[in-house]
């Protein structure tokens, strides 16, 4: 891959045991990654895991302590950052304000000395729709605008590989989600590899191919979004992907198909394929809208897993759905979300409700639940939340 | 702004040769500026200008310098730079002055055009960096990075975003060293030797009467200052105008 | 335009945007923009300073002629210059004081008029600015002239003031401390407005709100929000007064607005150095008023906790 | 900053080939006409090819000195080729070798030197300064508005006047006329306890407001714009003040004794056009341009047969014992003694801390 | 209601006839509003339709040009901002930088003179889990313990009425819906009344006891949240809070206790206490959640609508649901929503479906369906995106 030339279609990119080191820092551990070309990939985490670190070593902004960086299966590690094959949108899409929109987009043309400059950024703008406004400045427009000018700014280039470091962070919800679609729908007209570093885990599922998901320097896990969400490997993605209800507790017996777990004394089926640890103790798991809600105990059935009884103690209406919390003694709190396809709640704050679920939706994490939780401050913050709220909620009525 | 109609209206004052009492209405001088005693007004302003020019142009280009380095890098010694730099805006013009005077003396420098250059561009650093330095901070480096991203080199870059994008607030430095130069007389009077500036000639002819050229002169800048900068801010809030009604 | 240099002069209350870590680097690129200028500073600020503080210690040539002097190390010469000029040196920084003060009493109404009130009208706001910094651009030795001819004894205002009776019979204006204060304060009130001005055009008035939702009365706002948040426009601005009213001596020259009775430190240092060629007493006077300054000015920023003013 | 060790030496001249002249000079010191040009300088151009720029530079001998000294201490062009300054100003330059010698083959005029003014104490034969103008210092007032007019200097200290007197910054004048006042003869030999008490009483009318301004040549803009209504100034400056105001003023050299003094030309030593310079002290050594000079500046002119040619010009003017002074008029006006080194630095400082208003 | 003294508990707060007018524009016509006494009441609305305006008049910082504002029955129209019994949550906080976080919440406490504000002010920062933080400058805190403090600013005064303009506008998601729980347990610990101004209608949703929408300077409908949700009287509210399928079409036949409607040929039946209008052409919705998917054409039954057959243009899997768009001929295209009870998709792109829901589901609006479309521009962007999206689809395929 040589600059001067267009990409005509996306290149993979290969992290190659990439480390970063700052002084008294290290932010990016041992980090092996592989990227298809043509896909569109999902970088995931919280604040601080190093999302932006890895992505500003990918464009040359930053000089890895070790490993090696691979684009289309060339070496660019000693690249500086203007002779990769790569561009990147910008969290603040830095768009030059003293430049018009067209200027800006023609810039990385120009720089190469590729011919027509003006006439193929006016080709990028099309694609952005936003051609008639090729004559303002960045500061004349919308926040949306700004960001599909970045876009076509990057795009123009025919990058091989496309970086954009939380391009919507800045934006307001109704916007994210537009701009969302528009990107993914550009993406996958032009075919280039994308990697896109968000901490938004909607985002990330509802756009990308394949979702990685960082913590603190590492990746936790990697795949088609569905496959992570309905199979988390790891408390951590468990929770940052979505909320889970999870227990722990000893493998009791162990068929050719499945895994039972003693619960605080409730028997708890795994498939033995969706189980990563068999033995021992371990951490098993089921999301909330794969609960449901009962107000008599339901009879025993083989395919469900039962947990019961326990008292509502939280409902709460968002329209779509209404979640319901449910202390069950001995276990804790559960999160449950039903549908609202009728009226009124299913159940009220109060009532006495039993809990199932088909034994196929359970998870099996590969964590050992005897180590100190890694990822405490790392809970999902609205769990934190809810769990504090139930705490008050219990103090008041024991007040 | 009394003084200034003050010295504006006897701007055409008929005056003989000092201009305290009021003889008359008379264009004269303003048509006349440059010849009253050989033209002694005119050439001290004309210092005045060439000064101001290359006084503001090093003083930029030095001061600009050490703004982008105190913001951009670290180094050593960055507190006592600093203080290198407060320094001469906490000392009085008039110890600037002497103290220059005195070096110049010491070393056997001849007092000239080029003895106030180097004092002006002195004490118009500071002033420079404190004005450059806050663009620069304010100055995203993701736009630098954007630049390298997009296949700038590093010479690129700083010609074609780092620069442009500092102009602002040079050209801002630009302006405070020039005015400051400009109507510097302290530090001037110690060390302009035969050199008349404008200031000093007003000074000088403070004594026996300011002509009414003088005034002339001073009234003409000021009002080519009025024009320059009400043209900017009323062109500039036309174009604000033209934003909002777009957005 | 140049008023927006005094804006840096003191920190704003919002941190700088990107003095982010990953922006600064160590680089030999470093020295290379710092040098030249550094280098200019030492050679024509550092060192006259201390040829000037050599100076001070000089002492007279033995059967010299006037202005004649040899480096020694005559400390006497300071005991000498505070005993014969305490009157200059306190008279100097009570006036710069007194300018200050009265500056900043004019200047902050109109500062704030211009860069709150007139928020409203972009166009009134820019007028008044141009008004602001207007004298900029006409010489202030004119300017100052221009007052001496209206004070002038026989002049319309004096007259007036005689005849309302404000002003005694016998007495003037030029030629006294009212009207070396009133040069300073005149001159100086750009130096105090454009600083005030553009911490008080960053003022957000959502403070003041809150304020008034808060239960506290305008005035209470105002002492208790505005005053407080302003503070490194007053630092600035004061600063930017008190420094050079206190070394100047046009003001109070004797053929500017002063008289015998008004002359500053500036005066008794341009009279040592140029009339009476004694060298080491303009020499020490000049040390001594640029310590004074800095003593000052570094307890003032100390106790308004505006420390980083570069 | 220390006084010159060695002396500088005189500068390469030029006159040859550069037939420009820069002459420093007092205010009201020249004749001018209406159109603001100076008659007998495009006299001297049409004569001599030589033009010159005249600058009104000189306000007081120390400021002018203080801003030259130190170019003329390097040997440096000051900006002027002439200048005229005062006898004992002259005296220190050249005392410290900062006036250039001239050679008085080239000005066969100086012949009409008056003879009581060819040797001086401190230019013994004239070698470096040649008299310019002289004058007294005398009293002025305000006759419109102080009509009870001035005898002594005593007068300027009526409770009338109060904060309404100006008196000159010129050390010799002021100090020289309040010593005269108290009795004492100031060419004679009088020492520090004269002095002192003529400071104490100088001192005390500053203090107490009495006197208004301390100035140089300035004093007249006071005089003009009614800041003061009496003062101690130089005897030609009023003629010329009421020609151009209207007859307004009063002038009286007192009744005790007035100064009397010279400006003399001399060369400083950085000024490449000396030569230029004999030329024009050669011409204004012709009495009939001296008396040009003198009818219109109304001071004492050094050349012998002015007063001749004056009466070609004004006969009345001839008869002006302020230009041309008859022994009468003489024997009332005294020149300041000479002081050393030591006894300047000291009355001078005590003079210049009246003036800075020190304790 | 005087000041200087505590407000033991909350008082309601009402609007009269109440206008404002800026010079060339309207932004309050005639709002009369209600709100009782220790409510949590949300303003909702897009941006720009007048909901800061209304609370700075409430809060005494912008003068009506007409009506009249009553707190605790008494008339405060004339009252200065500071003689009032309100307190404002700045959408910007508005923390006095200059101030610790103590002195911040003590401010008020001074202003009026009440006895102890340091002690008072550490209450409420205790009541905000803050104190370990009170001497702390504002600018030293992170955005969530900033809002944390501008409440306990204004709760220390124990204002009649307190004012929440956005209070959470500028934080994240996951802050945010913590925030959004603190909030509510707050007030309802301190019982006083809360006026909050939001456009996010899932935090009006979770958190009022009543909701009112508001547009264009009007008040559109009102209600607790659950009957506005389900109950939307106007396209604009049913948008607005929500997503909605709406079809425009005339009454056919009117029995008893319903009407049908005909949409485009398909009869439709809505409940005649839950139609607005009940003749002429109407607009009947019903909301994505209440819908079924059927992959074979559903039997008629007396209680459901059915429509279709129609084809999956998209599916897009977000964790919790599946969305899907439904094309159907002549009808337009129609949002589902399905919980993820089990794994994979109800159906796929490019099925042919037929949708159904329950009778008792659909709402008729009260709207004139032959007026210009009021507005049009507030659409949901969501929706414009999602209507943009499928029309790119479209000639995608087509191309
Ligand atoms: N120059 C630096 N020196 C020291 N530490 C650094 C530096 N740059 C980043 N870090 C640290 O490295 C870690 C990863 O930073 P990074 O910016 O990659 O996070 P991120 O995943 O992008 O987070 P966010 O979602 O907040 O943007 C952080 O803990 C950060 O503090
Ligand atoms: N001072 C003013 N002059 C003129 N129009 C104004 C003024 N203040 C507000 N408006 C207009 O009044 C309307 C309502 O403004 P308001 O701030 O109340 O909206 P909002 O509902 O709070 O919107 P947002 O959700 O964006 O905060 C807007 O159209 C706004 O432009
Ligand atoms: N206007 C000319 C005045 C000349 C005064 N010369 C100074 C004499 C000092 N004794
Ligand atoms: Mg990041
Ligand atoms: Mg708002």
Redesign the pocket.
């Known amino acids: 891959m040589t600059i001067g030339a267009f990409a005509d279609r996306g290149a993979d990119l290969q992290l190659v045991g990439i480390e970063k080191r700052?002084?008294?820092?290290t932010?990016i551990e041992n980090l092996n990654l592989t990227i298809p070309a043509g896909s569109f990939f999902a970088l995931l985490?919280?604040?601080?895991?190093?999302?932006?670190?890895?992505?500003?070593l990918v464009a040359g902004l930053e000089e890895p302590t070790g490993g090696r960086i691979l684009i289309g299966g060339a070496d660019v590690t000693n690249q500086k950052s203007f002779q990769r094959p790569v561009n990147t949108v910008f969290?603040s899409y830095a768009l030059f304000p003293h430049m018009t929109v067209l200027e800006n987009v023609a810039f990385g043309l120009r720089r190469r000395k590729i011919g027509d400059p003006v006439a193929k950024a006016h080709e990028a703008l099309l694609l952005v729709e936003l051609d008639h406004l090729a004559h303002r400045r960045p500061q004349q427009l919308s926040g949306g605008q700004q960001q599909r000018v970045a876009l076509a700014r990057a795009i123009v280039n025919r990058p091989a590989l496309l970086l954009l470091?939380?391009p919507l962070g800045a934006l307001d919800l109704k916007l994210r989600r537009q701009m969302q679609l528009e990107l993914k729908t550009i993406q996958e007209e032009v075919g280039l590899t994308f990697l896109h570093?968000t901490?938004d885990q909607e985002e990330a599922m509802t756009m990308a191919d394949i979702i990685a998901v960082?913590n603190k320097?590492r990746i936790e896990q990697m795949g088609e979004p569905q496959q992570l969400y309905e199979l988390p490997k790891t408390a951590f993605v468990a929770n940052f992907l979505g909320q889970s209800n999870l227990f722990t507790g000893p493998v009791v017996s162990t068929t050719g198909t499945a895994i039972a777990v003693d619960v605080s004394g409730q028997k708890i089926v795994v498939p033995l394929e969706r189980a990563h640890r068999v033995s021992g103790a371990v951490t098993i798991g089921v999301r909330p809208e794969k609960l449901t809600l009962h107000d008599v105990a339901p009879t025993y059935s083989d395919g469900r897993n039962v947990l019961g009884p326990g008292r509502v103690i939280d409902v709460s209406f968002s329209g779509v759905s209404t979640q319901y919390l449910v202390a069950v003694p001995g276990i804790g709190t559960l999160v449950v979300f039903a549908q609202n396809m009728a009226f009124g709640p299913a159940a009220h704050v109060g009532a006495e409700v039993w809990l199932s679920w088909n034994v196929n939706h359970g998870f099996g994490l590969d964590d050992d639940p005897t180590d100190a939780p890694r990822f405490e401050a790392d809970l999902d913050t609205k769990t934190i939340a809810q769990q504090r709220r139930s705490s008050l909620i219990t103090e008041f009525e024991e007040a | 702004m009394i003084p200034i109609g003050y010295t504006f209206v006897y701007s055409f004052n008929d005056s003989l040769k000092s201009n305290i009492t009021w003889r008359g209405f008379t264009f004269d001088k303003w048509l006349n500026v440059c010849n009253v005693q050989n033209g002694a007004v005119c050439q001290a302003f004309g210092n005045s200008l060439f000064i101001g020019a290359v006084a503001t142009v090093a003083a930029t280009t030095l001061g600009t310098m050490i703004a982008i380095a105190i913001v951009r890098y670290r180094f050593k010694f960055r507190s006592q730079t600093s203080l290198l730099l407060f320094l001469p805006m906490a000392t009085p013009e008039v110890v600037l002055g002497a103290g220059l005077a005195a070096q110049f003396l010491s070393l056997g420098v001849p007092k000239d055009m080029l003895t106030i250059i180097l004092a002006h561009t002195m004490f118009c650093i500071s002033f420079v960096v404190v004005t450059v330095k806050a663009r620069v901070a304010s100055l995203d480096p993701a736009l630098e990075e954007a630049g390298r991203d997009l296949y700038g080199s590093a010479w690129q870059v700083f010609a074609r975003i780092t620069f442009p994008l500092l102009l602002p607030g040079i050209l801002a430095a630009a302006l405070l060293s020039f005015a400051l130069s400009f109507d510097d007389f302290i530090i001037t009077n110690f060390n302009s030797g035969a050199v008349t500036t404008f200031p000093k000639y007003i000074y000088i002819s403070a004594a026996r009467g300011i002509p009414a050229e003088a005034n002339v002169l001073a009234s003409a800048v000021f009002i080519l200052a009025l024009v320059v900068v009400v043209t900017v801010q009323v062109s500039g809030a036309a174009k604000a105008r033209r934003l909002a009604k777009l957005s | 335009m140049a008023f927006a240099a005094f804006s840096s002069t003191a920190p704003s209350a919002t941190a700088a945007p990107s003095t982010d870590?990953?922006a600064r680097r160590r680089s030999p690129v470093a020295l290379f923009l710092l040098l030249p200028g550094i280098l200019y500073l030492v050679l024509f600020f550092l060192t006259p300073l201390v040829s000037l503080l050599l100076t001070s210690f000089q002492s007279p040539r033995e059967f010299g002629d006037i202005g004649q002097f040899d480096y020694a190390f005559r400390w006497q010469n300071y005991v000498e210059v505070v005993t014969t000029y305490w009157p200059h040196i306190v008279r100097s920084f009570s006036y710069a004081l007194a300018a200050t003060f009265f500056a900043l009493l004019i200047s902050y109404p109109l500062a704030y008029f211009i860069g709150v009130k007139a928020r409203k009208w972009p166009l009134l706001q820019s007028l008044m600015l141009v008004l602001v910094i207007a004298p900029f651009f006409i010489s202030f030795l004119l300017r100052t002239l221009a007052w001496k001819q209206l004070f002038s004894d026989e002049s319309f205002v004096v007259q007036s003031l005689k005849a309302l009776s404000l002003l005694g019979p016998e007495a003037h204006v030029t030629g006294t401390a009212f009207s070396v204060i009133f040069g300073l304060t005149y001159n100086f009130i750009p130096f105090m407005t454009l600083p005030l001005y553009t911490t008080l055009e960053r003022l957000d008035v959502r403070y003041l709100e809150a304020g008034n939702d808060l239960y506290a009365s305008p005035f209470q706002v105002f002492r208790k929000i505005t005053i407080p948040l302003s503070m490194p426009g007053i630092v600035a601005g004061t600063l930017l007064t008190f420094i050079p009213a206190a070394g100047d001596y046009i003001n109070a020259s004797r053929d500017f607005l002063g008289g015998t009775g008004t002359q500053m430190m500036g005066n008794v240092i341009e009279a040592n150095f140029l009339v009476l060629q004694n060298y080491p007493s303009a020499a020490a006077l000049s040390i001594i008023l640029m310590t004074v300054i800095l003593v000052i000015v570094s307890i003032y920023v100390k106790r308004s906790g505006t420390e980083e003013l570069l | 900053s220390s006084g010159a060790a060695a002396k500088p030496t005189a500068a390469a001249d030029t006159s040859a080939t550069n037939k420009t002249l820069r002459w420093d000079n007092w205010a009201l010191y020249i004749d001018v006409d209406d159109a603001g040009s100076y008659p007998t300088l495009d006299a001297f151009k049409a004569q001599t090819g030589i033009s010159v720029k005249y600058t009104e530079a000189v306000d007081d001998n120390n400021s002018y000195y203080g801003k030259v000294k130190d170019q003329l201490a390097l040997g440096q062009d000051i900006g002027a080729d002439v200048a005229c300054l005062t006898d004992w100003m002259v005296s220190r330059m050249i005392r410290f070798g900062y006036t250039q010698e001239l050679d008085h083959a080239n000005i066969p005029n100086l012949a009409n030197l008056l003879p009581s003014l060819q040797n001086v104490d401190f230019d013994p034969g004239r070698t470096m300064s040649v008299p310019w103008q002289g004058g007294f210092a005398g009293l002025a007032w305000n006759k419109e508005k102080y009509p009870q007019g001035l005898k002594s200097v005593e007068d300027l200290w009526a409770p009338e006047l109060k904060g309404r007197v100006g008196v000159l910054s010129e050390m010799r004048d002021t100090m020289g006329l309040i010593m005269l006042d108290q009795g004492i003869d100031i060419s004679g030999k009088w020492g520090e306890e004269e002095f002192t008490a003529a400071i104490d009483e100088f001192k005390k009318r500053v203090s107490d407001g009495q006197i208004r301004n301390i100035k140089g040549n300035s004093y007249k803009e006071d005089l003009a714009n009614e800041d003061t209504l009496a003062a101690i100034v130089w005897s030609g400056d009023i003629v010329q003040l009421n020609a151009e105001n209207g007859d307004k003023w009063g002038f009286i050299v007192p009744e005790k004794g007035g100064t009397l003094w010279n400006d003399n030309f001399v060369v400083p030593i950085g000024s490449p056009g000396k030569k230029n310079v004999e030329e024009l002290i050669n011409y204004y050594y012709d009495p009939a341009v001296a008396a040009e000079v003198a009818a219109y500046v109304n001071y004492i002119t050094p050349v012998a047969g002015a007063k001749q040619a004056m009466m070609a010009i004004d006969p009345l003017l001839a008869e002006d014992s302020l230009i041309f002074p008859d022994d009468a008029t003489l024997a009332n006006a005294y020149v300041f003694r000479g002081l050393d080194g030591a006894e300047e630095q000291t009355f001078n400082g005590q003079f210049q801390s009246i003036l800075l208003g020190a304790a």
Chains 1, 5 share one sequence.
């Open positions: 700052f002084p008294g820092f932010a985490g919280p604040s601080g895991c190093g999302k932006t670190t890895t992505l500003r969290q470091d939380e570093v901490h960082m320097g | 870590p990953v």
